[in-house]
């Protein structure tokens, strides 16, 4: 029984894991960097002074991380003690071997057998096709439920005091929609257009007569949050 719960609760995890990397995803981490944030809130390791700095500058980043964060130190709680039940032979024995061989040895074999049963699961999860799905049903369901609010940029890098590069794509409700770079005047807010990307043509250091369109998408380098406020937000 205490085998079965710790497979239970495992595989929980995973999926907890999954939905947190799709929630960073859509506030507009990237795919690899998402998933290596809710990894780190998760088990509460691994962070760097960077991705913190990207979490906390989100209000939506960091109810996310908060969650999996309670969630994380309960499920590695959960996992150690189910594990620790499965060493014992009334937690999961080995019949077959239970009373012919060693207790340390039936102890080394349950270990392996429980290192097996992980390895299945993480390939199992990690299959391509059945990830893709996963994440485009819990996507669905993230979105359909308004958990997380999705936003129209990708942040792709973050430097100290909280300057970045942002990939903005412009929607009908943008502020700069129909705006020239120059009436847009975002080097007054500290923003810089490094690229202007229109149906699939990338145009390096667009000039300031450039029109802003639906549709187009902007690189833009400056202070991540100042980026939100007169980018994104109307």
Excluded: W
Aim: proline share 3%; charged share 20%.
């Amino acid at each position: 029984m205490s085998l079965i719960l710790f497979v239970i609760i495992l595989i929980v995890s995973i999926i907890v894991v999954k939905i947190g990397a799709i929630a960073f995803e859509l506030t507009g981490a990237q795919g690899p960097q998402a998933l290596f944030q809710s990894i780190s809130c998760f088990t509460g390791t691994g962070f760097t002074t960077k991705e913190a700095e990207l979490i906390v500058s989100d209000p939506q980043r960091r109810q996310i991380a908060s969650v999996l964060m309670v969630l994380g130190n309960a499920g590695f709680v959960t996992l150690i003690a189910t594990f620790a039940s499965s060493m014992t032979s009334d937690g999961f024995s080995v019949p077959f071997l239970h009373g012919i061989i060693s207790h340390g040895l039936e102890t080394l074999i349950k270990i392996v057998l429980i290192a097996v049963i992980v390895y299945v699961i993480y390939k199992i999860f990690s299959h391509t096709t059945l990830s893709l799905k996963l994440n485009e049903l819990f996507k669905k369901r993230i979105v359909k439920r308004e958990f997380v609010k999705p936003v129209s940029f990708k942040e792709l890098l973050v430097e100290t005091g909280g300057y970045g590069v942002s990939s903005i794509s412009v929607f009908k409700d943008s502020s700069i929609v129909g705006k020239t770079l120059h009436d847009a005047d975002l080097a007054a807010h500290d923003i810089v257009v490094l690229a202007l990307e229109r149906k699939d043509v990338v145009t390096p250091n667009p000039p300031r007569q450039t029109k802003v369109g639906i549709g187009d998408k902007l690189i833009c380098f400056g202070k991540l949050e100042t980026i939100r406020n007169e980018m994104i937000e109307d």
